[in-house]
Antibody, heavy 122, light 110 residues
């Protein structure tokens, strides 16, 4: 059974940093692209970033480009999101998600974690 | 303001059919396949449709998808109270080199 477990969320001051992790199990992690999607309070889903199966290709939303870095460790079956220069508008529930197909569309996410909450506030 | 445009809300009675639309441009829907997600508050989003009209394993055929030009549509037949949720379309945008979601449509089953 596929399982994705996010961790690393919490309260951080504006300008601070945080690293989210997503531990994956139940599938061959190194075969699939992965992504991060967030939902701010009262708002809709917002794609944050995606990474190819090998980690060689990464993509970011304009709202986080230059501040967030997505990475993965295929030997540890873990996806990461390093967040820096955090702003109040980054406050959201952050989900990690698995791509549906090995070929990787970067937006067909068939499995999602339960999310980890990031709150940016002084 | 989302790149993909969805109506904020739609409603229908149990047993009826509803359609949810998603409008984009040649930069996104016009040249890429569309996915649809169901999101109930407090739960993880669920992939309902991918590649415009394909259903992942376990998704009932009450859910269907179509695409024409720069617009896509999600159809739900035989509405159930359990279908009350927010529905999002998503695709790749080649100008942004990233994924874009619609703003979401809240479905109310009266």
């Amino acid at each position: 059974e596929v399982h994705l477990l996010e961790s690393g969320g919490g309260l951080v001051q504006p300008g601070g940093s945080l690293r989210l992790s997503c531990a994956a199990s139940g599938f061959t992690f190194s075969n699939y692209a992965m992504g991060w999607v967030r939902q701010a309070p009262g708002k809709g889903l917002e794609w944050v970033s995606s990474i190819s199966a090998s980690g060689g290709a990464t993509y970011y939303a304009d709202s986080v480009k230059g501040r967030f870095t997505i990475s993965r460790d295929n030997s540890k079956n873990t996806l990461y999101l390093q967040m820096s220069s955090l702003r109040a508008e980054d406050t959201a529930l952050y989900y990690c998600a698995k791509d549906l197909q090995v070929s990787g569309s970067y937006y067909d996410f068939d499995y999602w974690g339960q999310g980890t909450l990031v709150t940016v506030s002084s | 303001q989302s790149v993909l445009t969805q109506s904020p809300s739609v409603s229908a009675a149990p047993g009826q059919k509803v359609t949810i639309s998603c409008s984009g441009s040649s930069s996104n829907i016009g040249n890429n396949d569309v996915s649809w997600y169901q999101h109930l508050p407090g739960t993880a989003p669920k992939l309902l449709i991918y590649d415009n009209n394909k259903r992942p394993s376990g998704i009932p055929d009450r859910f269907s998808g179509s695409k024409s030009g720069t617009s896509a549509t999600l159809g739900i037949t035989g509405l159930q109270t359990g279908d009350e949720a927010d529905y999002y379309c998503g695709t790749w945008d080649r100008s942004l080199s990233g994924v874009v979601f619609g703003g979401g449509t809240k479905l109310t089953v009266l």
